[in-house]
DNA sequence: CTATATTTGTGCGTATGTATG
DNA sequence: ACATACATACGCACAAATATA
C-alpha cells in the first residue's frame, strides 16, 4: 500500500515495497520483478511513478531493466 | 551553461541559448530542438524551467510545439 | 516473413506543493 | 502579493525492443 498524504514520496514508497520484496526473497534473483502495468495496479499509482520507483532501484543495484524484455532482480550471490 | 545568480531569470536564459542555436543554424528549420528532458539535463535545470524556456520560444515565434511528438523550429523562409 | 502481444522508452500536457527573494 | 525554480504526480500517445504464434 501506498500513502499519497505521506511526508515520503510515493514512488519512494513503491521502490522500497519492491526492496523489501526482493529481501525477502518474494522476489528472486535473475528473476523479472512485476511489469511496470502490473505494479501500477498494484500500488494505483501512474505509470510514472512506477518508472520513479523503479530508477531508484536501478541507482540501488538491486534490479536490471532489459527494454522490451522487463526488469530483472540482481543476483548479488557471484 | 546557465547563470542562476543572473539578474536573467534562468528560463530566459536557457530560451536565448536555445534561440542561438537556431540563429546560427545548429538547430535546422523543420527540425526538432532538444527534448525537454534532454534540455534538463543539458542545463541542468527543472523540466518546468525548460517548459517555461519553450513557452517563451513560441511566444517569440520561434518553434512550434506538436503534443506527445516534440517541438520544432518554424521555417521562416517561406 | 508477418502479425500480434507485451514491455520498456520517449515526449508533451497538466496540476499541486514547497521554497526563496 | 508575485515571480522564479524545483519536485512530485497524474494523464495520454506513440515508438522501439522483444518474444511468440
Do not use: C, K
Request: zero cysteines; aromatic letters at 4%.
Amino acid at each position: 500500500m501506498v500513502d499519497p498524504l505521506s511526508a515520503v514520496p510515493v514512488y519512494v514508497q513503491v521502490a522500497d515495497a519492491v526492496a523489501a520484496r526482493i529481501a525477502n526473497g518474494d522476489l528472486e534473483p535473475d528473476r523479472p520483478i512485476p511489469s511496470e502495468e502490473h505494479l501500477r495496479q498494484d500500488f494505483e499509482v501512474s505509470r510514472g511513478t512506477v518508472r520513479h520507483a523503479v530508477a531508484l532501484l536501478r541507482e540501488r543495484g538491486l534490479v536490471v531493466t532489459v527494454p522490451g524484455r522487463g526488469t530483472y532482480v540482481l543476483d548479488r550471490s557471484q
